[in-house]
């Protein structure tokens, strides 16, 4: 099974600050790399797909980037709206799906 | 509007069943991918099962053997078929549609839209 890294587990920081959020995979995954938002109590949402392919009415702050084995999550500019919980999601194998620990984004 | 709503959970005693189904609209379950994820407090997401257009289903080893997906085109739903519970499968469990994309920029496949979740409880 592909295990999935995602760093760090949590992390504090301001409105207006760049953040960067790492997934690596333990085997090339090429571009089969999503990224979700879960807000608390709420369902994930979809951000980016195929590792670098903006979700329509996701802002263009946050991008994507990466393939192979390591992949990068990039919020520009923190907004107060983007403080949650990020998630990667390996879809490599159809038949089984693995998601990265997540990423707790918090307030300083 | 694509929507998916889950229904079912609730508290269970170890070694009972559950069934879980999942109401879809805005699209046909029969001709789609859809797939099954819980979330625990300890573990994340975890994906649980998938069924292809097709009909093959595939399950996470933690449930197989145990659980079972299947659909039901006359009333568009997703099931999940939970026996044998044990109290690690305690989660919220999400229904999602699966999307296949095939091209050059931006092939690939994602889950999309997720339900809102419902709670299974498996205590004594």
């Known amino acids: 099974d592909i295990q999935m890294t995602q760093s760090p587990s949590s992390l504090s920081a301001s409105v207006g600050d760049r953040v960067t959020i790492t997934c690596r995979a333990s085997?090339?995954?090429?571009?089969?790399l999503n990224w979700y938002q879960q807000k608390a109590g709420k369902a994930p949402k979809l951000l980016i797909s195929a590792a670098s392919t903006l979700q329509r009415g996701v802002p263009s702050r946050f991008s994507g980037a990466g393939s192979g084995t390591d992949f990068t999550l990039t919020i520009s500019s923190l907004q107060p709206d983007d403080f949650a919980t990020y998630y990667c999601q390996e879809s490599f194998n159809v038949r089984a799906w693995t998601f990265g620990q997540g990423t707790k984004v918090e307030v300083k | 509007e694509v929507q998916l709503v889950e229904s079912g959970g609730g508290l269970v005693q170890p070694g009972g069943s559950l069934r879980l189904s999942c109401s879809a609209s805005?699209?046909?379950?029969?001709?789609?991918?859809m797939s099954w994820v819980r979330q625990t407090p300890g573990k994340g997401l975890e994906w649980v099962s998938i069924i292809f257009a097709g009909g093959e289903t595939y399950y996470a080893d933690s449930v197989k053997g145990r659980f079972s997906i299947s659909r039901q085109k006359s009333n568009n739903t997703l099931y999940l078929q939970m026996n044998s519970l044990r109290p690690e499968d305690t989660a919220v469990y999400y229904c999602v549609r699966v999307i296949i994309a095939i091209g050059t920029n931006d092939a690939g496949r994602w889950f999309d839209p997720w339900g809102q979740g419902t709670v299974v409880t498996v205590s004594s």
């Open positions: 805005g699209f046909t379950v029969n001709t789609n991918y």
């Open positions: 085997q090339s995954i090429s571009k089969h």
